[in-house]
């Protein structure tokens, strides 16, 4: 028997149905075809498919669907407005800190979770933070200058968030 739950994605009011045994990505990315949250591993070790679920990062892979009901969740769908994009996603691009782009969705909400939580953090604490984050392409030195321009740039008000 499907559950009905209601809940809020990307600040908008959504109200789907599911399998109990339905995970949130599933439920993201086959019921509702937000696809911009990736599945890389299915057991919550590579981050792809971080989502904000009531103002904490988790994985989506190993959230329930229903557990959605009452809840705030925020996906990379909503990091970028309408007519442009998050200075975070600006620095991604800008360094290059992208390739196959499986890892990329998690990453961008994880930043902007990271600097949502420390707008100034040092190096160290960006490498700690996304440390559940995985990327198999790039190296991690620019996901990390990219995370720390982006900071740079929102302290100074220069962002478009």
């Known amino acids: 028997m499907k559950a009905h739950v209601s809940t809020t994605i990307?600040?908008?009011p959504v109200e789907f149905l599911c399998d109990p045994a339905?995970?949130?990505l599933k439920v993201l990315r086959d019921n509702l075809g937000m696809?911009?949250?990736k599945e890389g591993c299915g057991s919550g070790d590579c981050g792809a498919?971080?989502?904000m679920l009531d103002g904490e990062l988790v994985c989506a892979c190993l959230v329930l669907g229903v557990e959605a009901e009452g809840a705030r969740i925020e996906t990379v769908e909503g990091v970028a407005s309408a007519d442009h994009l998050h200075v975070i996603q600006e620095k991604?691009?800008?360094h290059a800190a992208l390739q196959c782009g499986i890892c990329t969705p998690g990453l961008i909400v994880a930043t902007k979770a990271l600097l949502a939580e420390n707008p100034n953090p040092t190096e160290a604490d960006a490498r700690?933070?996304?440390a559940g984050n995985l990327c198999r392409c790039t190296g991690y030195d620019k996901i990390i200058k990219?995370?720390?321009d982006a900071a740079e740039t929102?302290?100074?008000g220069e962002a478009h968030e």
Request: proline letters at 0%; a negative charge; aromatic letters at 12%.
């Open 10 to 12: 990307n600040q908008e």
């Open 22 to 24: 339905e995970t949130l």
């Open 35 to 37: 696809t911009g949250t």
């Open 49 to 51: 498919c971080s989502v």
């Open 92 to 94: 991604f691009l800008e």
């Open 128 to 130: 700690y933070y996304l």
């Open 146 to 148: 990219a995370v720390m």
């Open 154 to 156: 929102m302290r100074q």
